[in-house]
């Protein structure tokens, strides 16, 4: 089993910055990829960058590109989300997500543990 717990969020003004963080713990050696996603009210979740745990190519979608950047901390287990640029779409609950093999990082099924999520708000 793993654990992944999410923390950071909180409100910020458009053109803001904040950083998420997820930690994983438990049996993370077995992780393939680590995802982030997000979820506005009444909408589905959605997809936001996936990186592989071991690291390598990231994969962003195209609303964030060059606002968001993944990253990890090998030694401590945690993958950070740093979101600068904020705007008022970007306001959802974010959730950490990982999976144990390949496959398509953009669909939420393929993810095999989930965190509690965290809330963003960008006011305008």
């Known amino acids: 089993q793993v654990q992944l717990a999410e923390s950071g969020g909180g409100l910020v003004q458009a053109g803001g910055s904040l950083r998420l963080s997820c930690a994983a713990s438990?049996?993370?050696?077995?992780?393939?990829?680590m995802g982030w996603f997000r979820q506005a009210p009444g909408k589905e979740r959605k997809f936001v960058v996936s990186?592989?745990?071991?690291?390598?190519?990231?994969y962003y979608v195209d609303s964030v590109k060059g606002r968001f950047t993944i990253s990890r901390d090998n030694a401590k287990n945690v993958v950070y989300l740093q979101m600068n640029s904020l705007k008022p779409e970007d306001t959802a609950v974010y959730y950490c997500?990982?999976?144990?093999?390949?496959?398509?990082?953009?669909?939420?099924?393929?993810?095999?543990?989930w965190g509690q999520g965290t809330q963003v708000t960008v006011s305008s």
């Open positions: 438990g049996r993370t050696f077995s992780l393939y990829t």
């Open positions: 990186m592989p745990w071991s690291g390598g190519s990231t």
């Open positions: 997500a990982a999976k144990l093999k390949s496959g398509w990082d953009a669909i939420p099924r393929e993810y095999d543990y």
